[in-house]
């Protein structure tokens, strides 16, 4: 059936969001585990604590652009 295969994280091309995303993910120790496994492998809480804590600073991040 339909199951997806995730692709591969390419550290030598990632976008400034998948940046901020794995810092944020080494931050709180789950790097590793996305490095093996994928982002899928993360449980609801590790991501949407990553979600949370990229929400805080692209909101830093545009309050900084205002001022």
């Known amino acids: 059936m339909g199951k997806k ?6 550290l ?3 976008t400034p969001e998948e940046q901020l995303k794995l ?3 080494e931050e709180i120790g789950v790097f590793d ?3 093996q496994s994928g982002w899928r ?3 609801a809480k590790e991501s949407g604590k990553i979600g949370g804590m990229m929400a805080k600073r692209k909101k ?4 900084g652009e205002e001022g």
Do not use: P
């Not at 295969?5 to 390419?10: S, V």
């Open 5 to 10: 295969k995730e692709k591969k994280i390419d």
């Open 12 to 14: 030598n091309n990632l």
């Open 23 to 25: 810092e944020i993910a």
């Open 33 to 35: 585990k996305v490095m």
């Open 41 to 43: 492998s993360l449980s």
């Open 60 to 63: 830093m991040l545009n309050k």
